[in-house]
């Protein structure tokens, strides 16, 4: 089946730690995306890519990185930099020639204590 | 500033009530839009999109959407919910590039 897997599904860190979060789709899509979710606040892009070793920050690029080594993979860091970094993180994917209509990975919910 | 704006937060519903969800965008030029839903435990899937053409679209379980271009509004209709449409529904606008702006979103319980 194609799609998008995000692992893991829970993952817990201790304040201070770098952690990255693993994102890979088999739909072979050219562009990617990490979208941030927080109670109230929607969805909040972070960084997206539209092709393989080329991304751009989003809205809340700051204390986050990637890279993007092959088409089917996205990983996220969270960096210790990163303020507030509780909350749940979606990967998506989509053609870059479309309309904009992304599909969604399961997510990971991030807890940083 | 640019944005997506969903009316309520929180619906409560019983099961037969009709459904309508509201979405403003403050995007000049040409939008595509899209509804997402998010049920409980479950991946954030499509339900329907508007492109061009007709401004009323139908997507999956019902659901359909009015997009009206003079209001900067794309509201989400369903005439009869049932307790599986218990969710949060996301409004969400390409902005160019393929990049997307997402409302806060709207959680909706229906009682049985």
């Known amino acids: 089946d194609g799609g998008i897997t995000q692992s893991p599904k829970y993952l817990f860190r201790k304040e201070g730690q770098n952690v990255t979060l693993s994102c890979e789709q088999n739909l072979n899509h050219d562009a990617m995306y990490w979208y941030r979710q927080d109670p109230g606040q929607g969805l909040r892009l972070i960084y997206y890519?539209?092709?393989?070793?080329?991304?751009q920050k989003g809205d809340i690029a700051e204390g986050y990185s990637v890279s993007r080594e092959k088409k089917e993979s996205f990983p996220l860091t969270v960096t210790s930099a990163q303020k507030n970094p509780t909350a749940f993180y979606l990967c998506a994917s989509s053609i870059t020639s479309g309309s904009g209509e992304q599909y969604f990975g399961p997510g990971t919910r991030l807890t940083v204590t | 500033a640019q944005s997506v704006s969903q009316h309520n937060h929180h619906v409560i519903l019983s099961e037969a009530a009709s459904l309508e969800l509201g979405c403003n965008y403050s995007?000049?030029?040409?939008?595509?839009l899209f509804w997402y839903v998010q049920y409980p435990g479950q991946h954030l899937q499509l339900l329907l999109k508007y492109f061009s053409g007709d401004p009323l679209v139908k997507g999956i379980k019902g659901f359909e959407a009015e997009f009206i271009k003079s209001k900067f509004s794309f509201n989400l209709r369903k005439p009869s919910v049932q307790w599986s449409d218990t969710a949060e529904y996301f409004c969400?606008?390409?902005?160019?590039?393929?990049?997307?702006?997402f409302g806060a979103g709207t959680i909706l319980r229906v009682k049985s």
């Open positions: 890519s539209q092709i393989v070793n080329d991304f």
């Open positions: 995007y000049g030029g040409t939008v595509n």
């Open positions: 969400a606008v390409n902005r160019g590039g393929n990049k997307l702006v």
